[in-house]
């Protein structure tokens, strides 16, 4: 089980609306064995067909090899390349892929 403890930079929380970070943690959790280590989440947005914004979120990870992809109708989707680093004590920061070290 993961620690309850996350954490989003200042610019995430600007930047990205709650309701979609949130979705970040869900799947996150959803990837089953989560253990230390730097997960990728791409954001990118298209039209449906029916004219409708489609968010496109795209969790990949690299060990173990882990990629997964969703999509869904959102009214308000980002473009957005974003990190969750989780450390050996289970803590998650969540951070735009420029902010990482």
């Not at 959790?29 to 730097?38: A, K, R, S, Y």
């Amino acid at each position: 089980m993961l620690s309850s403890e996350k954490v989003c930079t200042d610019e995430i929380r600007r930047k990205i609306p709650l309701y979609i970070r949130n979705i970040l943690w869900y799947t996150l959790e959803m990837c089953g064995n989560v253990i230390n280590g730097t997960h990728y989440f791409e954001l990118s947005v298209s039209s449906g067909e029916s004219g409708e914004f489609v968010q496109k979120l795209v969790h990949t990870r690299d060990i173990p090899l882990y990629q997964n992809k969703y999509q869904y109708a959102d009214k308000t989707p980002v473009n957005a390349s974003i990190v969750i680093n989780v450390d050996v004590s289970g803590v998650q920061t969540m951070m735009f892929a420029d902010e990482e070290e």
